[in-house]
């Protein structure tokens, strides 16, 4: 549905390579507070080609919002800013719609720039699950993360990627994909982060000590109260799987009390057969809805 | 500022096996990719070793270090340097030596400071001593990747002339890296070598160790 809806972006004809494309700017904020023992929705801005929604959820405390880029993809020039924001003693859980998609970008137009602020004050849990980002040949995408906890927040949170399109034969020969995390507890820098993958992907992607030829990574983070614990059981979940030559790689550790995992998977379906257990065993239960749709 | 002899012997002292930072005993996860087939060869070492040199933590830390050595006083290069970690060991490996460094140079030359990762005390006591910066950041490539080159002749993957092979074949990636660090934006940090990072994440669970990274 998302690559029809901009399909001059995805399948440009070459004597049209030039013509200008729209450009698509959003800011979407969302933030949650307590009230009677339940996550509810305290502040809801959006502008632009940037959605909030908030489906009735039925279990569970927290809040549910999930975020829709109406532009369906990225292209060169685009600008996006989210903040999601767990007031005291609430849960936000956060996600996508749907796969964000990284198309190609005109040479004067720039990256796409993607920035999000997370922030959970004393007690709160968020959490920021997106599903994947799919950078595609001539994609451009500069992303910044920053997330701000109280000393006792807990925070979950996952940036999965998925270079090009495997199961069509394509790969990526010429991109740029910028992705930073920083994350602060009581305004201490404790952990940071930064994909940079520029030039030939496809080539950079099949060295041994990067992607060892695989097209699709993840990294996923814990941090609070629960950190300790969520080394333990991802060391746990991920001893289960097999280990090199498979499918897909996976590793736990720590630092700075901060849990951190890194995967690397052959294609999107191993990634996400190793992801997704790995989630829903953090959170203790299911992934939200749209990652199942 | 250029690198006259005085800067020269200094270099070479701060960044020899001599200088009592530890580096010996950090394989950057080498001996995890040893041990899962990694590096059949010299040719497999280098190509490893370059990547790190150009898309893993030898390009951060040429730029922390570039960083460091403009503003010594600063203390955001040291702070991302800390959390510029993908695991415990790689963590450690950063800031034991960086203590250690400013332990002895402390001792030696009287240099203070908060502590830091080794590329940043490195970059900070260079500019305390007037060395100049992109001489200063190859000189540590260079240093960062003997290291590995040692350690993994220990780990038999390679021998002594090989070794030195490699080490030669890699003396213009770290002259090419640093030159480019020293442009780069010192948020813009990071690389590509998540087959590296989950190397030294393999290797805090492996049972055999030599190494403590």
């Known amino acids: 549905m998302l690559d029809a809806a901009r399909p001059a972006t995805a399948t440009a004809a070459p004597g049209r390579a030039l013509a200008r494309q729209p450009r698509a700017e959003g800011e979407g904020r969302v933030s949650s507070k307590i009230r009677a023992g339940r996550s509810r929705l305290d502040g809801l801005y959006q502008r632009g080609s940037a959605k909030c929604m908030l489906p009735t959820v039925y279990e569970g405390a927290a809040l549910e919002a999930v975020l829709l880029n109406t532009a369906g993809g990225l292209t060169g020039g685009d600008r996006f800013d989210w903040t999601a924001e767990a007031g005291a003693g609430s849960h936000l859980v956060t996600t996508t719609q749907t796969a964000e998609r990284v198309y190609r970008a005109q040479p004067h137009e720039g990256p796409a720039r993607v920035r999000t602020r997370l922030r959970a004050g004393p007690g709160a849990t968020l959490e920021w699950l997106p599903q994947e980002t799919i950078l595609f040949d001539g994609g451009a995408l500069d992303r910044r993360l920053e997330i701000d906890l109280a000393p006792d927040a807990a925070f979950i949170g996952v940036e999965p990627l998925i270079l090009g399109r495997a199961a069509m034969g394509e790969t990526v020969r010429e991109a740029r994909f910028r992705d930073a995390w920083r994350l602060r507890i009581d305004g201490r820098l404790v952990w940071a982060d930064g994909l940079r993958l520029e030039g030939d992907v496809g080539a950079l992607a099949a060295r041994a000590a990067t992607f060892g030829g695989r097209i699709c990574a993840a990294t996923a983070v814990v941090a609070g109260p629960g950190a300790e614990a969520a080394v333990v059981s991802a060391r746990n979940l991920l001893a289960s799987f097999p280990g090199p030559g498979a499918e897909a790689l996976g590793a736990a550790s720590r630092v700075n009390g901060v849990a951190t995992v890194r995967i690397l998977a052959r294609d999107g379906r191993a990634l996400r057969r190793m992801l997704a257990p790995l989630l829903e065993l953090w959170r203790g239960g299911s992934l939200p809805r749209p990652w199942t749709m | ?213």
């Not at chain 2, 394989?27 to 790190?52: F, K, V």
């Not at chain 2, 240099?111 to 200063?136: F, K």
């Open chain 2, 1 to 213: 500022m250029s690198l006259d002899a005085r800067g020269a012997l200094l270099l070479a002292s701060w960044l020899s096996p001599a200088y009592p930072v530890g580096a010996f005993a950090y394989s950057h996860g080498l001996e995890q990719a040893a041990e899962a087939g990694l590096l059949p060869d010299a040719a497999a070492l280098q190509a490893w070793l370059e990547a790190i040199l150009r898309h893993g933590a030898g390009r951060s830390d040429a730029v922390l270090l570039a960083a460091a050595w403009r503003d010594p006083d600063d203390p955001a290069p040291a702070e991302l340097a800390a959390a510029l970690q993908p695991s415990a060991e790689r963590a450690l490996e950063a800031t034991a030596q960086g203590e250690a460094f400013a332990r002895t140079t402390l001792a030696v030359r009287g240099h203070s400071g908060a502590p830091a990762p080794l590329p940043v005390a490195l970059g900070r006591a260079a500019r305390r001593e007037d060395l100049p910066l992109a001489e200063t950041a190859a000189a540590y490539l260079h240093a960062f990747a003997s290291n590995l080159v040692s350690a993994a002749i220990r780990l038999s993957v390679l021998g002594q002339t090989e070794a030195q092979a490699v080490i030669a074949a890699l003396a213009p990636v770290c002259e090419a890296v640093a030159a480019e660090a020293l442009a780069a934006d010192p948020e813009d940090v990071g690389g590509a070598c998540l087959a590296v990072d989950l190397s030294s994440i393999f290797h805090e669970t492996q049972t055999t160790r030599l190494f403590r990274s």
